[in-house]
């Protein structure tokens, strides 16, 4: 009887029939390789669109500069933002594996359309020598079709890595250790279908056509999301634990009807459950803390009202509402970041425009490929961060992850600073060779596009530092039951990031072409000045680093009790 209660799993996981999972035929690496398959294929698909989506907005869809950034950094911060709406769901009322199900559906469907829009007569815009001329309806059609991409990513970018990790038994030590090595894997999954995406999808959309060039993502997807279900019968899956919002909601009302009520000195006596294991489904009890002690008046007891949560909220619930506080103040000093990792999508890919983009005399590279070498940069430092800058570190800090995940995110920050300086640099040196030269209304001038490789470089090494470092502050830090949420919470830094982005260039665009000015991003970006621009992120991200110095040091851990 003892091994045959050993055969399942203990953390409440069933199989897709909704029987305890067995831990033999479900779970585990056996059931990872098709999760790992699906994300590589969907950021494959997700960055092949996307990647060289301002080149297409700006020569197929006639938009200007200023227009087509402002709409790929709308359009991605929607995709950030949709995660929300999928967390919710998913944690609440579906679960993640039909969570993923359902919006890759959506997500399908929407890579066909876009496809169709490049694609189909009447669809596509009419190209001559003089350029592309898209109609109204086009435009709108390529947008619905972006937006309903925008829907579906939703879905499944807050489920999918926590999904994986579902398919590993907390409880058994064995399986424990191989869920960090998964979140690995799974970084490398997402950047190896980045490449792809940034190199030859890239080449593809630049030399061969837009048909052909968001063709190839749609079936890419469309292969991403059989490989999902092709493992369903191998999945272990989490049942929904209900809904965090309407937990959050019980914790304020509560303190708020015990606002006259006074806390106990001994807050040991403040409510809580008896039992070893916490009220709320998937979670383990967490210590009182004395911060925001306000919020302690919902766990004050009375015997009349123990029965409604709206009255009487346990310690643990409490401390969920806390967590969630605690990590704003963090989430909120990721966005300036983000904004400055939107560039590469945006400003960057523009400035390369102006640039010579030929290798040799027969092979040109298209901006947008540069990303590429954000993905290289990544692929290098993960494993000397793990391997190299952590045992380092360690033997300084005594830390045993070298950095704790602040210190490693405000490293990241730093780094982010250089970035923008590099690109400032950058583009100094390029309008001095214009005005030199007088080279004010060619198209490329004669400076090898390669010179953008450092700024791509630094960013993707911030990246290993800040977006990594926040993925795994996120996961440790938020409360048990309320982990996809707060994944999609930290998305969303990306999705403000991107608006921040459309925001400065609104304001910069308005403030410097007043008086009939050209300003500092026109369309013909040798009458510009992109450098100050960047000199504007720079200070952003200066003070930003300040600010998040003062948040780190105010910030206090979670705590879990343990029995």
Known sequence: MALAEDDYTNDGTVDIRKNPANKRKTGNWKACRFILGNECCERLAYYGMSTNLVNYLQKQLSMGNAAAANSVTNWSGTCYVTPLLGAFLADAYLGRYWTIAIFSIIYVFGMGFLSLTASINGLKPSCDSSGCHATSSQIAACFVALYMIALGTGGIKPCVSSFGADQFDETDDTEKEKKSSFFNWFYMSINVGAMIASSVLVYIQMNVGWDWGFGIPAVAMAIAVVFFFVGSPLYRLQKPGGSPITRILQVIVASCRNFNVKVPDDKSLLYETRDAESSIQGSRKLEHTDKLSFFDKAAVEDLKSLENPWKVCTVTQVE??????????????????????????????????????????????????????????????????????????????????????????????????????????????????????????????????????????????????????????????APDAMRSLCSALSLTTIALGNYLSTLLVTIVTKTTTRNGKLGWIPDNLNRGHLDYYYWVLTLLSIINFLVYLLIAKWYTYKKTVDH
């Not at 560039?343 to 010579?356: E, I, K, R």
């Not at 027969?362 to 954000?374: E, G, R, T, V």
């Open 320 to 477: 969920e509402l806390k967590a969630v506080i605690r990590l704003l103040p963090v989430w909120a000093s990721g966005i300036v970041f983000a904004a400055v990792y939107s560039q590469m999508s945006t400003m960057f890919v523009l400035q390369g425009n102006t640039l010579d983009q030929h290798m040799g005399p027969n092979f040109k590279i298209p901006s947008a490929s540069l990303s590429l070498f954000d993905t290289v940069s990544v692929l290098i430092w993960a494993p000397i961060y793990d391997l190299v800058i952590v045992p380092f570190a360690r033997k300084f800090t005594g830390h045993p992850r070298g950095f704790t995940q602040l210190q490693r995110m405000g490293i990241g920050l730093v780094i982010s600073v250089f970035s923008m300086v590099v690109a400032g640099i950058l583009e100094v040196v390029r309008l001095r060779i214009v005005q030199k030269n007088n080279y004010y209304d060619r198209e490329y001038i004669p400076m090898t596009i390669f010179w953008q490789v450092p700024q791509y470089f630094l960013i993707g090494c911030a990246e290993v530092f800040t977006f990594i470092g926040q993925l795994e502050f996120f996961y440790d830090q």
